[in-house]
């Protein structure tokens, strides 16, 4: 196990490596720069002006230069200043990480938990009126466009009924504290959470459903009915377990998005998280800023697939065996 | 003194009590879209900075929708009668955020230090003046090289801000820790910024205006999206909306909601004027008959009319309307398909395919760029819509890298600030999209702008700008668009938001919630 784990640590290092590298250049590659943004919302530049922010900036260096320094900075975890915001983007990213982790956790929960509940009801019920039902269900969760949804959800519920707020994070302003403070949230983030979760619950439905008729058909189940256990422990100990394997799977590759995957959600609710802040670096050109998004969400990716595959093991010690 | 200087401020809080009284308190919901970098408006003047920031910051005077000066830090100023000298007294009792008092020696800073190190608008201005002193705590005169009678225009809170000396001298200015803890001396103080949330601001309770601000907190709202924003407003979250927050399509049905005000006013100083950049470097652009025909195939009513609204007005050519020293002179372009292709054919333009580039900033202007290729293939123009982000579209036109491109601009107050820099040759200069971009030359042309801004008195000014105007209205070195509307959306609740010719950044001081 430790050896398992150390292997893989060293090859996430490399390969977090190469993926910086790469965005580096990618992120250079696009048209403009930071300066040219910058001089062209403040609506007046003279050649001084523009020389003035690529120094700060650090841009009038070769980028070979620029990369050398960004690389050293990184290995020794210092992401850098955003040009723009004029702070530590360390800072930026980790005043944004809980507004987004609450999300995208929250999301993940419902999902994951909804999903499995819904598939294996489903699969329980094969051909019957329920199981149509959600299986039709998915099927729309599952085909329609998140920021519709979205749009949908916010047009009903905050305007047409008024019961939940449309967008934000808390209310501004209204001075709640304590307990107050997190029942305030939490109907915040109602809506965003459902709307984010229900692709990935769609999937996990249809996922769970599918993977349980097959496992049901399998020899040791016919064995256990033969030997005249119940059906419902049948579907819950021998069933529903031997068909996580794929569900878990997914949930490793959805909670490598945990950080980066909520873009749409977090800008049509106005929730402060990464998302925006990685969305808003992009069109600005904010380098530094953008590169250390970068980084993070692909150390969260790294990070939750290491997890996922010690998770395998425990689900199914039939890998543990094998490797 | 002190007594004595209250009693105007008394006489002009009973002037507008004649109106309704104000009464102080509640806090007022506005959008500030998109989020600025900072509001440090020494630094930082992009749109959404100075609407925060112009009530922290503020400068030597205010104009009013004529822009005509008004008192701001200034309480009284003259003008010498040979146009040379002006001279500023300032209020008394000034304080910065912080408590220290605000005197001419942090102008004397701002105007020869920190403006002229960090804004080229400032740079600009100054290189009119000759000297600036100050023989006292409270007055500064600046002596100009030549008369330059749009000097008293130049005064604005974003084109002039006043910055505290005691907190920026010897340090450097774009890092100093006081750009996030923000000290001015204006009617509300920087109170909290949750950045991707909201800014909030407070009461200056120690302003030189007795009374005054009204409003207890301003909260300035970050909502990324278009549609949310309508929402916010639709709800009651937010309770203004200020000009250019909202896409246009959805401004009609927000305006017909309930207890629902909407001005265009606010804008005079700003005078957005839009227009479509041909590169007059190339083929058929350097051709002034081409140029002329795409002004005659252009439906610009259609696009005031249904793009925006109604808003704004069809423009006449390279000065705007609200600016001083507009004039209707010279050929004007009404829509005229007709006469549009007979101009093609007299310069035996080829059908070659050109790219036109939408400025991108949203909905409408994607939607006008669309109008705009129709309009230009119905006279026998092919167009190929290309689209690109911010930072692509400031990198295609200060490299010149296009054949026709959307822009808008702001004129500033005075054609010598904002409308002379697009035409001279001493401004064709890569790197800047601000500057004269289509590369248009005219010896002509320089010589009336260059005479015009500093002929005196303003009848002289009027004579070359006349002149100048109908002479560029002839070459159409841009097809010139419209004179930019954007209503301010708010609850009627809300007592006169908007009372200078820079609208909500400047006018907060004097607005009020009614109970």
């Known amino acids: 196990m430790t050896r398992f784990l150390a292997g893989r640590l060293v090859r996430a290092v490399f390969i977090l490596l190469v993926i910086t590298v790469s965005n580096f250049f990618l992120i250079h590659a696009a048209p403009g720069d930071p300066a040219a943004v910058m001089a062209g919302e403040s609506g007046d530049a003279d050649p001084q002006f523009l020389e003035q922010l690529r120094e700060r900036f ?74 149509t039902l959600i299986s039709l269900f998915a099927l729309i969760f599952y085909a329609t466009p998140l920021f519709w949804l979205a749009l949908m959800a916010v047009l009903l519920f905050s305007i047409e009924l008024g019961w939940l707020p449309g967008f934000g994070y808390e209310t501004v302003g209204a001075g709640y504290a304590g307990f107050a403070r997190a029942l305030d949230i939490a109907k915040h983030l109602v809506l965003p959470a459902m709307t984010l979760g229900l692709f990935f619950m769609a999937v996990y439905v249809r996922m769970t459903r599918a993977s349980m008729l097959e496992v049901s058909q399998m020899d040791f189940v016919k064995t256990a009915k033969a030997k005249g256990l119940r059906p419902r422990v049948i579907q819950r100990r021998h069933v529903l377990r031997n068909a996580l394997l794929p569900v878990v799977t997914l949930a490793g590759l959805q909670a490598g998005q945990l950080v980066g995957g909520a873009v749409l959600i977090e800008t049509v609710f106005a929730w402060p998280g990464i998302g925006r802040l990685m969305f808003e670096a992009l069109s600005q050109r904010d380098y530094n800023l953008l590169l250390g998004v970068f980084v993070v969400s692909a150390a969260m990716v790294l990070l939750f697939n290491l997890i996922t595959d010690v998770l395998y093991r425990f689900v199914d010690p039939r890998i543990r065996v094998a490797s | 003194m002190r007594r004595l200087l209250t009693i105007p401020f008394a006489l002009a809080l009973t002037v507008s009590a004649a109106l309704a009284d104000p009464v102080s308190g509640g806090k007022l919901d506005l959008i500030v879209q998109p989020e600025p970098p900072s509001v440090m408006i020494g630094i930082t003047t992009n749109g959404p900075a100075l609407l925060v920031g112009g009530n922290i910051y503020e400068s030597l005077l205010r104009y009013d929708e004529n822009l005509k000066p008004m008192p701001s830090l200034a309480k009284s100023w003259e003008t010498s009668e040979d146009g040379l000298t002006y001279t500023f007294h300032l209020q008394e009792g000034v304080k910065w955020h912080d ?141 203004v909306l200020p000009g250019g927050s909202v896409e246009n399509f959805d401004i009609p049905r927000l305006s017909k909601l309930a207890n629902t005000c909407t001005t265009e006013k606010g804008w005079e100083y700003f005078a957005p004027l839009s227009w479509l950049w041909l590169n007059n470097r190339k083929p058929p652009m350097d051709n002034v008959k081409f140029r002329q025909a795409v002004m005659f195939a252009l439906d610009r009513e259609f696009a005031k009319d249904v793009l925006w609204n109604g808003y704004g007005k069809v423009s006449t050519g390279p000065i705007s309307s609200k600016v001083p020293f507009y004039a209707n002179v010279g050929p004007s372009y009404p829509h005229d398909p007709a006469k549009a292709k007979a101009l093609l054919k007299e310069m035996g333009y080829d059908g070659k395919p050109l790219k036109l580039l939408p400025l991108p900033y949203g909905e409408t202007w994607q939607r006008w760029a669309e109008a705009v290729k129709q309009n230009l293939a119905d006279v026998g123009i092919p167009v190929e819509i290309e689209s690109t982000d911010v930072a692509g579209w400031n990198q295609k036109t200060s490299q010149w890298d296009y054949d026709i491109a959307f822009t808008y601009l702001y004129q500033n107050g005075d054609p010598a600030i904002g409308v002379d820099r697009n035409y001279k040759s001493s401004q064709i200069a890569k790197g800047n999209p601000f500057n004269n971009v289509e590369g248009y030359s005219n010896p002509e042309v320089d010589k009336l702008f260059t005479e015009a801004a500093v002929a005196f008195p303003a009848a002289k000014r009027q004579e070359l700008y006349d002149k100048v105007q109908a002479k560029l209205r002839e070459d159409v070195p841009v097809a010139w668009l419209l004179e930019l509307g954007f209503p301010t959306i708010y609850n009627c609740n809300v007592e006169n938001p908007i009372s200078t010719a820079s609208g909500l950044p400047n006018s907060l001081r004097d607005a009020w919630i009614k109970k």
Not at chain 1, 97 to 122: E, K, N, Q, R
Not at chain 2, 107 to 129: A, G, I, T, W
Not at chain 2, 217 to 229: F, T, W
Request: hydrophobic content about 40%.
């Open chain 2, 99 to 239: 408590g220290k008092p605000m005197t001419s020696a942090d102008v004397m800073f701002s105007v020869e230090d920190f403006l002229m190190k960090l804004q080229p608008r400032h740079r600009n201005l100054m290189s009119h003046v000759a000297k600036v002193v100050a023989p006292d705590d409270n007055t500064v005169v600046f002596t100009l090289k030549e008369p330059f009678e749009a000097f008293i225009r130049g005064f604005a809170f974003y084109t002039m801000p006043i910055v505290p000396k005691h907190i920026y001298e010897g340090t450097d200015y774009q890092t100093n820790p006081a750009n996030e803890k923000l000290i001015g001396t204006g009617p509300y103080k920087f109170a909290e910024w949750k950045r991707g949330s909201y800014i909030k601001l407070v009461k200056n309770e120690d302003y030189y205006l007795p009374g005054k601000p009204y409003i207890d907190e301003l909260y300035y709202h970050v909502i990324p999206d278009g549609a949310s924003r309508a929402v916010a407003y639709e709800t009651g979250q937010v309770s």
């Open chain 1, 58 to 131: 650090g841009l009038d260096k070769p980028l070979y230069v620029q990369l050398g320094i960004y690389v050293s900075h990184v290995v020794r975890l210092d992401l850098g200043y955003s040009y723009r915001q004029q702070l530590p983007v360390l800072d930026l990213i980790l005043e944004r990480l809980p507004a987004t982790l609450l999300l995208s956790l929250s999301a993940f929960a419902v999902s994951l938990g909804l999903g499995i509940l819904a598939g294996a009801m489903a699969a329980a019920r094969q051909g019957r009126l329920s199981d």
